[in-house]
């Protein structure tokens, strides 16, 4: 059989392109809330929520005002290694009012916030240094319209206005897009994408409300895939392969 040098370089491509695609990680975090619109509420481990690509089973309920840390499953039910502090120096619980007939309604129907103006933070920890992840929060009130918060990823800030519980049975999710400061943008999801976790292993999510409070019904990770380059010995057996086909065309022309 000839073997080409087409032919090798071929197959090479073949082979490198062979790898399947890494499947992303997806942790998800439920507040379950409480005091309206029937929260607490708790999503089961098979109820699916989350925008687009984020949209997954397996969301973990966490309960309370602060809480944590709390181990995180992923959106296969298998422990993460992840764990999830949350919470304001001035906390309370309650409901949107969106009621129970999907998972993203559960999701959307219990929430925390904050008392006063305070400070709401939500903070991952426990992944690997330097890790790609996109971020989303949901941030959906009771019936009291006019409120207006800003969550943040370090420097790269979305400038929320409150939606309520009837935009969100219209429309279902609406991300904040186009917002900037003194700018707040109608919505109830904030998406960030390629964060990277901090030297500790960290990605943390602040709330400030600038008019009443700031809240979240809940937030997700999920994992960017990287391309995994061809391991030497892969590289090495084409290298030979090709070295081989060379010398075979070199005798054959000989």
Known sequence: ??????????????ILGMSPAAQATIISANFTGGNFGGAPTSLN????????????????????NPGGPASLNDSTGTASGVTLTWGSTSPALYGSGTGTATGDAKMF?????????STVTLTFSGLVPGSLWNVASYSLPDSLDGRTSDY?????????KSDNAASFQTFGYVPV?????????????????????DP???IVITAHADAFRAYFNGAQ??????????????L???GCFAAAAFASRRRMAA
């Open 236 to 238: 090495m057996g084409i």
């Open 152 to 160: 943040g990823i370090g420097t790269d800030i979305r400038y929320l």
């Open 45 to 64: 481990a098979t109820d699916t929520a989350g925008i687009g690509a984020f949209n997954a089973a397996n969301w973990n309920n966490l309960d309370g």
């Open 177 to 197: 897009v186009g917002s900037s400061a003194g700018n707040f943008t109608s919505g109830n999801t904030n998406e960030w994408d390629n964060i990277v976790a």
């Open 1 to 14: 059989m000839r073997i080409t040098v087409r032919a090798v370089f071929a197959s090479a491509s073949i």
């Open 200 to 202: 500790s292993g960290n």
């Open 221 to 234: 990770l999920a994992s960017v895939a990287t391309v995994p380059e061809p391991s030497s010995a892969v």
């Open 109 to 117: 129907n219990g929430y925390i916030d904050n008392l006063n103006n």
